[in-house]
């Protein structure tokens, strides 16, 4: 295991000599879902920060599509690094990521700490610090093996999930369509599916320490899929920051992206 830099701070100041290129953001989507699925939230965050911001897809979603999903957390940091390396992309590396992705990012930075350089979590989760039922909560166990498994309609299948992960759409039915419309123009297989929920439920050991790592919490209280207070174990566990929406759903960055972008901004220049 690596070990991080002494330069770390309590938050993602970012302080380096005047000819050095800024570290830029990536950002990782969680279950079946893609780079699109962040709507202009990319957009909004670099103009904010004034910083490179960049949306990646993993293994079997969006632009990866065709490719197998990683059956672990650690294949998925390894596709990621890899694609990162064929970029040309050292870092160190600001991450945002949400569910899924949040694990992701968190074994990424727990791996290889040099290579993240500060962390921001949405709505994760992680095995071994909050338990299975918070971790998924059983009343959506009916409705995601529905939504995900049944055969239905792209534009069916993706008002379920909305209906599962946001509160605060005000036009359901359009934003469908568009979900809709991604699917199909890039498809997430059913075996793809299960290999993304089968890397979910092995998760990792998770460390009892991460020293020099900055990191945000970022949480939905009204998140009818995953428990706020897995991010409130985390917080805990790691001493990080933890910022509560009152309203939002899962997708949190969906349902309040100038929320989420403005709670960064206040973290990063504090």
């Known amino acids: 295991m690596g070990h991080r830099d002494d330069q770390s701070s309590a938050v993602c100041t970012g302080n380096q000599s005047s000819d050095a290129p800024l570290p ?9 879902r893609e780079a699109r699925h962040w709507e202009g939230l990319p957009e909004q965050l670099a103009q904010a920060l004034q910083e490179p911001v960049r949306a990646l897809d993993l293994p079997g979603n969006g632009t990866h599509c065709r490719e197998s999903s990683p059956t672990s957390i650690d294949g998925m940091v390894d596709a990621l690094r890899q694609q990162l390396g064929n970029s040309g992309s050292s870092g160190p590396h600001r991450v945002l990521a949400i569910s899924l992705g949040g694990m992701v990012a968190l074994r990424w930075a727990q791996r290889f700490p040099n290579e993240v350089q500060c962390l921001v979590m949405i709505n994760s989760s992680l095995r071994g610090i909050a338990p ?3 971790r998924l909560r059983p009343r959506q166990y009916p409705r995601l093996l529905t939504a995900l498994l049944r055969s239905l309609g792209h534009e069916q299948r993706e008002r379920l999930i909305l209906r599962m992960t946001t509160r605060l759409q005000s036009d359901l039915p359009g934003v469908a369509r568009k979900h809709a ?36 919490l970022l949480a939905s209280r009204s998140d009818e899929m995953v428990s706020w207070r897995c991010s409130q174990a985390m917080a805990e566990r790691w001493g990080w920051p933890l910022e509560l929406h ?25």
Do not use: T
């Open 24 to 32: 830029g953001w990536v950002l990782l989507r969680g279950l079946i």
């Open 132 to 134: 299975f039922y918070q």
């Open 181 to 216: 419309r991604w699917q199909r123009e890039a498809p997430v297989s059913k075996a793809n599916l299960m290999r993304q929920l089968l890397a979910a439920a092995r998760g990792f050991s998770p460390p009892q320490e991460l020293p020099g790592l900055p990191a945000l």
């Open 246 to 270: 009152p309203k939002a759903g899962h997708d949190l960055p969906l349902d309040d992206p100038d929320w989420v972008v403005e709670r960064i901004r206040q973290w990063r220049n504090a």
